[in-house]
DNA sequence: TAGTTTATGGGACGATCGTTCAGGTACTTT
DNA sequence: AAAGTACCTGAACGATCGTCCCATAAACTA
């Protein structure tokens, strides 16, 4: 047995998140309809034959991308929250901020999370990962008053969404009072 | 000139309706993805370049679709705002039974939906037709307390998003209180 | 009736797609 | 050093794509 790692598995390791990589820049420049073999080997900077080999099909490619896309906004959420906790009566302040951050400089980024989300109402295997930033947020806060913390999840996936398919992005002040409002208690 | 209409027009104008419900069908069963010229005429029952003649390009078909769709959401939530404001307090209950609706058995449509909103966070051009039905609601409901009513938009909105990857759709019952919460005075 | 306009549909062209395959390279093991 | 394994890549195949072209049928106009 060996116990340090083959060389080859590391770089073939290595290749494959850069091809991950390189298709979730492909999804939120064109959406998930323009990932095809060649363009996302041709965003890595790779021949196109290197997709089918670390991706059992393109629908492999397609999946793990947007896993992985759904691992980040997980990890981004759970800091949000700790952010915002910590800023106690502050914390509209930092979740407003947030959302006009991806709404603004992170749009392609978000358009992307919300692709995964109607791909993974398609697609049941999907659907783990794409609620996985929903999970951990609803382990994260407090269970004494669940329906006041699902409206509030429900409220910011509302405000990202219509944020969207606004002429200009919705700036923080403008969600500032809504966010408020949602978290307010009633 | 002639007043009454060209019985050819009329019968284009006809199939070419005929293909905008084949493409939201396809829509919906396949996604926007699905979307094909000969998908699309296959579902109606014609040639394929039955979709070239009446539609300049793909594109174009896959506009005229969600538009018309959009227009059909728009009057519909028209009807449900009615509904229930005549039902006063019981308006929640309306609410919580057509999000049941659209997350069940209505549910292709309502990821049709959703892809356009995708398509129109894309696409400028789409982004009027994706709103419409924001701002029908918006001009229906009194202006004294808009930022409630914001919120409470965005929360129908992300109660439909998260429905969809629910494994299998929430009843009335389940949304009944967030919707209730959404729509109670602060 | 002759001529014009509009809708229809069969066929085909070039482009792009996903995927396969065989040969080659780099690393590890024996 | 030889064998085995894993990664890499150029070339190509068949399928499907959007779109164009042209002939035909039907409806309207003069």
């Known amino acids: 047995m060996k ?25 939120e420049r064109d959406g998930a309809a323009g990932v095809t073999h060649r363009t996302v080997a041709a965003e890595a900077g790779v021949p196109t034959t290197s997709t089918t080999y670390h991706f059992s099909s393109l629908d492999d490619l397609l999946i793990a991308t947007l896993i992985s896309c759904a691992r980040d906004m997980a990890t981004e959420v ?11 009566s502050r914390g509209a302040e930092e979740v407003a901020g947030l959302l006009a951050e991806a709404l603004g400089p992170s749009r392609g980024r978000t358009m992307a999370e919300y692709e995964l989300y109607l791909l993974a ?8 990962a794409a609620r996985r930033w929903l999970d951990i947020l609803t382990s994260m806060v407090r269970h004494d008053d669940e329906v006041a913390f699902r409206a509030f999840l429900a409220g910011i996936d509302g405000l990202l969404i219509q944020g969207l398919i606004d002429d200009e992005p919705p700036s923080a002040e403008e969600l500032r009072p809504i966010v408020d409002y949602l978290l307010k208690p009633h």
Chains 1, 2 share one sequence.
């Open 3 to 27: 116990i340090q790692s083959d060389g080859r598995k590391v770089r073939g390791e290595k290749r494959r998140e850069e091809l991950i990589a390189a298709a979730l820049r492909v999804i």
């Open 121 to 128: 109402a398609r697609r049941p295997e999907l659907r783990p």
């Open 78 to 88: 759970y800091w949000m929250i700790d952010r915002a906790r910590s800023r106690g």
